[in-house]
Every structure is written in C-alpha cells, then in structure tokens.
C-alpha cells in the first residue's frame, strides 16, 4: 500500500485530506469515527477533514485522498453520485454493511418495493427509489471494505493509521469463531445448542454476542471461507427450523455473495 | 481440600480451578471448595458438550472443558515489547514478569502430557520464550486422576493417560470418602505437609487410588471390542500405527475434499488444542507512531495469514488447511518435536461446531488403504 501522505490529491494543503460521505444508511459508522475521542484529535493533527457533513459545516472542494462512504445504493440519484465521489477518491474505503453488502434495508431485494411504497406513502407518486439496495462495489470499483454493523472504532483508526504510513492495514479476515476464543467465552453453539454465525463471519467486533451468552448475527458479514451451507445443514440437523436458518444469515449481510446464496438456497430447498 | 487451596494462597499463589460457567466447567479465580462442580459431568460428542447431574459425582468427575493450562502459560495475546521514540532513537522498554505465580487444580494427565509439548516448543532449542519460562517456572500443578472419561477421550490411543504419573507437584485421586495425595516434587511436599488436617494415608487408600485409574483404563482399552450402547455417543479411539506415514501418503486422498465440505475453517480445533501453539506477531504502533507495541495473538493453520508468503496465499483451500492441521499434528510433529501433537484430549472433537472428528478422519483414510 502506497503512502498517503507521500503525494496529495490537491496541492492547497500540507496535509492529506479525508472526505465522508452518506449513503442510505443510519449514521451510526459515521459516528463511530466521532466516537474515536481520544484518537480524534491525533487523526486531526495528520489529516484534512474536507468534507464530513456530520461533524463539521465548512466543506472543501475534492479531490481527496481518502474517502470514507456509508450506506447502501437504494437510488439512481445516488447510483451517480457515487460514480463521481469515485473520481474525486483517491483511496476509496466503504466503511459497514449497507455500504460493502447493502445493509438490513437490502430485504427490499427479496420483496416487492412497489408494494411497501403504495402501502407506506401517502403520495406514493412522490417516491423514486431503486427494486433494489446494494453494496457500493456493486457501482464503482472499492480499495478497501471495513465491515461490521456498526465499524469497530479502533479498526478504522487502524485503517487510517495504516494509510498514512503506508503499511497493511491489520484487519484480520479470519472468523469471529477465533476472536471469541482468545477472550475465553464458552462456545454457546456447542455448550448451549445455539444457532451461532460465528464460524462464517468475519471477526472484528472481539466476538461480543457470545460472550452475552448470544448467539453471532453476522455483522461483519462472510469470513474468508465461509461455509454457511454445512453451519446450516448442521443447526437445521439438530432442530433449527429452516425459517429460523433464513432469517439468520439475511441480516444485516444478508445479500453479501455467501449469505446470500446460501439463504437462497435454504429457501428454495423448503419451497421445493 | 479448602486446606490445600488456603496453603497454596499462603505461599503466595494465585489459585484457579474447574467451576462451572456458562454452561461448562472452565478454569477460574479459587477460593473456596464451595466453587467447585460437586455432583457435575461433562456429556461430550463432536459438536456438542453438556453438564449433568449426578448423584454419586464427586467434585472432579468432569473430564476436560474448553479451557487448558496453554491460556496460562501461552496466553492469547501478549506484549512481547514496547517502543518509544525519544530523542531521535527508540527506547525499548523490556517486558516485565511481575505476575505472581499460578497454581492450577484440574489438569489431567491428557493436559500435563501437553504441556510437556508446549514446553518442548516454547522452552527447548535455541530460542526460548522469556513470558513462557517465567510463567512455566512459577506454576505448580494439582493434578487430578480421571476416574470417568468422556467419549471423546482417547488418551489411552495417544498413551498419555488416563493415569499421569509425572509433570505434576501433586495429584488428587478422588475416592468415595476422601482424597489421596500424590507427591510429585519436593516443593509439592513442601505445600502438603502445610496443608491443615492432612496426613499421611493407610496403603490401602493408595491401592485404592491405584484401582481406580486402572479400571478406567482397562474400560477404554475394552473400547476396540465393545459397542457404544444405541443412541450414545461414539466411544473415540484412534489406531496409531503406521500413522505418520498414513496420512503423508495419502495427501491427495479424496477424504481432504469430502471434510472440506463439512469444515468451516472457523479454527476453534486448533484453539482449543492445548499443543497448538502458532501465533502472529505484529507491530502496532499509535496515529503519531511514536510508540509502537509488538503484539502477539493466537492464530492457526485455518486462517490466511497463516501462508501469507510475498507471492500471496499459498494455503487457498479448506481442504489444503484441514489437511495441514491434521498432517502437522499426526505425522510432521513426529519429525519436528519427536512425538505426536495429539494427546487424544479430545477437544477439538466437541468444540468444533459441525462436529468434524479426527480419530474418524484418520479411520476413514486407513479403511481405503488397506
Ligand atoms: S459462540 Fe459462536 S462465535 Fe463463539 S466459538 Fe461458538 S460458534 Fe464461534
Ligand atoms: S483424555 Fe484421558 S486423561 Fe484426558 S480427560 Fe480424558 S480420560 Fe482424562
Ligand atoms: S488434536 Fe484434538 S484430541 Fe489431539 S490434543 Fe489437540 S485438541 Fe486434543
Ligand atoms: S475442523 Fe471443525 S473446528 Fe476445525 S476448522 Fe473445521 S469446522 Fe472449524
């Protein structure tokens, strides 16, 4: 990974400057970046913050060194939008859910939107949105995906860190599974008979649920190599009703590839 | 019992032993006998562990939980070193071993057997693990004779149990009316005879103790004859001959790809596994990198970091992954350590959530070469 702070995108400032933009999303990835206090004022020190509507008016022109997006594409306006912050981004980070596989809001992509809308809106004619929610890759190529449902504060500060010197950043692909060991939970899988996604997600929330006696909701979408078919075959196997098995792995990641194709397939297998 | 747990106290020990937890006897913070699983077993299956009541259990008739003496003295992450930059150079601020030392009441024999790998890795050779040799040095183990095993156990294949018989400072057999006491080193001695209303036992305790452990090994000798009874689990066993070569001549046999399909690469086998003992170690430095902290984390041959070589991910497939964990374990160990890296524990059996079981893994590829 080149180093940032070698060669800007503008010339104006000393400094590299970082933009955030919002998607269809809830702000909550955003504010985990304002959540950083004590690093805040050190990324400050390094970094332009240019554009970050949610902390701060003063808005400056791209382009950028990195920009940071959340939220999903959920309509055409975006779907342009998105091609222009790509030009303006030099390192392009999709930071959550809804901006690396669609958030909770892609269950719309099993239903139909034009049904919800006649029945939500008073003025449904008002309403122009997309059939369907999906990830920012989907749209404009992405140099790195930050996952989680909410992002894991000290992962981005690990991002941004690893930016600015060049490095790798340290954001492990492995499965909570490992996580939730180093900390000494209990596996509630096997000691409790939970239906746990641990073993397919990708780690970085440190493996919270289980350790709350829960089970893994897959927030940080597929690891590596997940192999959601045998997680479910085996929960369904020891009792789990495959409704349950569904709306488990279409979560927030739900239409992450692996998640995706693996909800859809337990569903056609109860259809036919 | 509360008399061993308050001289170990007195002599300056942090005490853990086995109580129950979340479903499971694990190891923890001892300080007094009320705490531990009086009357609690362990069923254990690959994918599944649950307590039970029983009636005539004592206070350690669970077997082996999913804790093991490696958090102690491996722990799962460590400040290896810390840098500071000071006046244009870095300041390196040794690594401190100011912990005081560590009793542990519960390790098996499968456990001791372990540790005695563990310590081969970390202790032997050239270069020796400073944290490791500290915490290894100050430990002082209270093992316990197992007198039921789980039907995952099979360290009578492995030949490192039931019955230990060195790597302890002391040994607990549990009879009906009391405990017999081995003596395992001096300073075990030394904590014994401080131990309120203890003395020396009539031989016949001995004898009885000594019965104990044969009758459970003899019953998991018999298991190769004997069928696990309807409905109960598989009795584990694990036919050890030729082993090495087995598995290293077979490395393209079907059976990789047939487990792959069941495997999650999830690695709670190897972290469970008390002789596992791979780990990353990387530099984290802070926004101002003006102080960096080499860290060092658990990891295994499950996850890609593991072959991360410059040309890129050499282990791409859970079927190369599986393959290399069980490889290592049973046959490249044997030429790296000079003994096998299983002691038939049998935990990465019930720990692992699709229940995925090396002893029939290993049947399944012997039954295709005969
Ligand atoms: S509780 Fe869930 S995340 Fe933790 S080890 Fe078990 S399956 Fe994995
Ligand atoms: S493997 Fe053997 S020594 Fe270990 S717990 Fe089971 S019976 Fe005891
Ligand atoms: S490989 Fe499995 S049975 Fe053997 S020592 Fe490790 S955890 Fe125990
Ligand atoms: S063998 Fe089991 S515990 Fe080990 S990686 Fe595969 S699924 Fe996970």
Not at chain 1, 97 to 123: H, K
Not at chain 2, 21 to 49: F, K, R, T
Request: net charge negative.
């Amino acid at each position: 990974m080149s180093k940032i702070s070698e060669q800007h995108a503008t010339g104006s400032t000393s400094k590299p400057t970082l933009a955030v933009f919002k998607f269809a999303s809830c702000y909550g990835c955003q504010l985990s970046l304002l959540d950083a206090e004590d690093e805040l004022l050190a990324i400050a020190h390094q970094i332009e913050i240019a554009y970050f509507l949610e902390a701060r008016t003063r808005a400056l022109e791209g382009p950028y060194d990195i920009g940071l997006v959340e939220g999903s594409i959920t309509t055409e306006h975006d779907a342009e939008r998105i091609r222009e912050i790509r030009r303006q981004c030099r390192f392009l980070v999709t930071i959550g859910a809804c901006a690396t596989a669609g958030g909770i809001q892609a269950l719309r992509n099993w239903s139909d939107v034009g049904e919800f809308i006649q029945q939500v809106y008073a003025t449904p004619g008002y309403i122009s949105t997309l059939a369907t929610s999906t990830a920012i890759t989907d749209h404009v190529p992405v140099d790195f995906e930050l996952r989680g449902c909410p992002i894991n504060t000290a992962q981005l500060v690990e991002l941004i860190t690893s930016l600015l010197i060049g490095r790798t950043p340290r954001v492990p692909n492995y499965s909570v599974c490992i996580e939730c060991k180093l900390r000494g939970t209990v596996c509630v899988a096997v000691a409790q008979g939970i239906s746990c996604l641990g073993p397919v997600t990708q780690a970085g929330c440190g493996a919270i649920c289980p350790s709350f006696n829960r089970e893994c909701f897959g927030c940080y979408g597929p690891q590596e190599l997940a192999n959601v078919t045998s997680l479910c075959e085996r929960y369904e196997e020891r009792g789990e009703p495959r409704d349950h098995l569904v709306r488990l792995v279409r979560n927030f990641n739900g239409y992450a590839p692996a998640f995706r194709a693996a909800g859809d397939a337990l569903e056609e297998e109860s259809h036919g | 019992m509360q008399g061993l747990i308050d001289a170990l106290k007195e002599d300056g020990y942090r005490v853990i032993g086995p109580q129950v937890a979340d479903g499971a006897v694990v190891y923890d913070e001892l300080e007094s006998l009320e705490q531990l699983p009086l009357g609690v077993i362990d069923e254990q299956d690959g994918g599944v562990y649950r307590l039970a009541r029983r009636q005539d259990a004592g206070y350690f008739d669970h077997v082996v939980g999913p804790h093991s003496l490696k958090r102690y003295l491996f722990p799962p992450q460590e400040t290896l070193q810390q840098l500071q930059l000071k006046d244009g150079g870095w300041r390196v601020e040794p690594q401190q071993f100011d912990e005081p030392p560590l009793a542990v009441i519960g390790p098996r024999s499968c456990d001791l057997h372990a540790m005695a790998i563990q310590d081969r890795v970390f202790l032997e050779g050239p270069y020796v693990d400073p944290g490791y040799r500290a915490r290894r040095e100050g430990l002082f183990v209270v093992s316990v004779q197992c007198r039921r095993a789980a039907a995952t156990c099979f360290c009578h294949s492995m030949k490192t149990g039931p019955r230990a018989d060195h790597g302890f400072d002391l040994a607990l057999s549990e009879l009906d009316d009391c405990f017999a006491i081995e003596v395992g080193s001096e300073r075990g001695g030394r904590i014994l005879a401080a131990v309120d209303g203890w003395k020396p036992g009539a031989p016949t305790i001995v004898d009885r103790a000594n019965d104990q452990s044969s009758q459970l090994e003899r019953s998991m000798e018999q298991r190769s004859t004997t069928e696990a009874a309807p409905g109960a689990p598989k009795l584990r066993q694990l036919d050890t001959q030729d082993l090495r070569d087995l598995l290293l001549n077979n490395l393209d046999h079907p059976r990789w790809e047939q487990v792959a399909d069941r495997c999650l690469a999830c690695a709670n086998c190897t972290m469970v596994c008390p002789t596992c003992f791979c780990s990353s170690v990387s530099e984290v430095s802070d926004l101002t990198n003006e102080h960096v902290r080499r860290e060092r984390t658990w990891t295994s041959c499950f996850t890609a970091e593991h072959s991360f070589l410059t040309s890129g991910v050499v282990r791409n497939s859970t079927a190369a992954r599986y393959r290399q964990w069980l490889t290592h374990k049973l046959s490249t160990w044997i030429d790296q350590f000079d003994s096998s890296g299983c002691v038939g524990c049998g935990r990465c059996i019930t720990w692992c959530p699709v229940g995925i079981d090396l002893t029939e893994e290993v049947a399944a590829i012997r039954e295709t070469t005969k």
